[in-house]
């Protein structure tokens, strides 16, 4: 994984900026422990675009598609420590928030990216979904993913860090409101000037 940008950086602070604005329009989902997640561990963290696929398999190969994330970071299949599982469980709650509240059209992005065989995985398990549960739109395909990933990784922190447990606990429980959230976060990083409330 490459390197975050500094907390110093303008970014990280138009970030905060706009992280701040953004829940004054949702002062019932404010948490200084979740926005400051916000911040640093999905915005910060995916200015790199490399940040967003840091996940390899044995061949080297960066992972793009949210089922091989999966069965990488799982100890019953390739993770080859807990550390690795906790790594990437969180990465995968991260990489879901960010492309549900910044990219809240997932299903066009699919059907539209360059590479033809690039999410394919994705897009076979987000059309089974919605064959399943017609009413609901593709985004609901990462938000499951989302909440199942920090449900999981809130579990393995449970008793080991107790403080991480609970931020990842609430993520998952408020998954859909923080991608929200992040959407509006999105429209002031956009429009600076944009005044929701």
């Not at 690039?118 to 609901?140: A, F, I, V, W």
């Amino acid at each position: 994984m490459s390197e975050k940008i500094p907390s110093s950086h303008t970014l990280t602070r138009m970030f905060k900026w706009a992280a701040k604005r953004a829940f004054r329009c949702y002062p019932e989902l404010y948490d200084k422990d979740v926005s400051d997640h916000i911040c640093s561990n999905v915005l910060a963290e995916f200015v790199r675009a490399d940040n967003l696929y840091w996940i390899k398999d044995d061949k080297g190969c960066s992972l793009e598609e949210i089922p091989d994330m999966f069965i990488e970071g799982d100890v019953l299949y390739h993770a080859n420590s807990l550390e690795k599982e906790l790594a990437v469980q969180e990465h995968i709650g991260n990489f879901s928030l960010f492309m549900s509240g910044f990219f809240p059209n997932v299903s066009w992005i699919l059907k539209n990216r360059s590479r033809a065989k690039s999410r394919m995985k994705d897009n076979l398990y987000m059309q089974l979904y919605l064959t399943l549960h017609p009413c609901e739109k593709g985004l609901d395909y990462y938000i499951i993913q989302g909440k199942k990933a920090y449900e999981k990784s809130s579990k393995i922190y449970k008793g080991l860090n107790d403080i991480k447990a609970s931020l990842l606990k609430k993520l998952s429980q408020h998954f859909e409101a923080y991608a929200c959230l992040m959407q509006t976060i999105q429209d002031y990083l956009l429009s600076p000037s944009l005044n929701l409330g």
